[in-house]
């Protein structure tokens, strides 16, 4: 590996690791709750882990 294609693949998963945390963020609300929050729980619907959304 080239020290380019080592400075490509890094700047991509820093890219990745940013947008991740962009989206983890926008999840997060103070002071007033929304639907969203529950967007990624899961519940146990007869021995199956569905999300609650469903």
Known sequence: MTV???KKTTEQKMNKSI???KADLAKVRTGRAHAGILDHVKVDYYGNP????Q
Not at 50 to 53: I, P
Request: avoid cysteine; charge should be negative.
């Open 50 to 53: 569905t999300q609650l959304s």
């Open 4 to 6: 380019a294609d080592v």
């Open 19 to 21: 947008e991740t945390l």
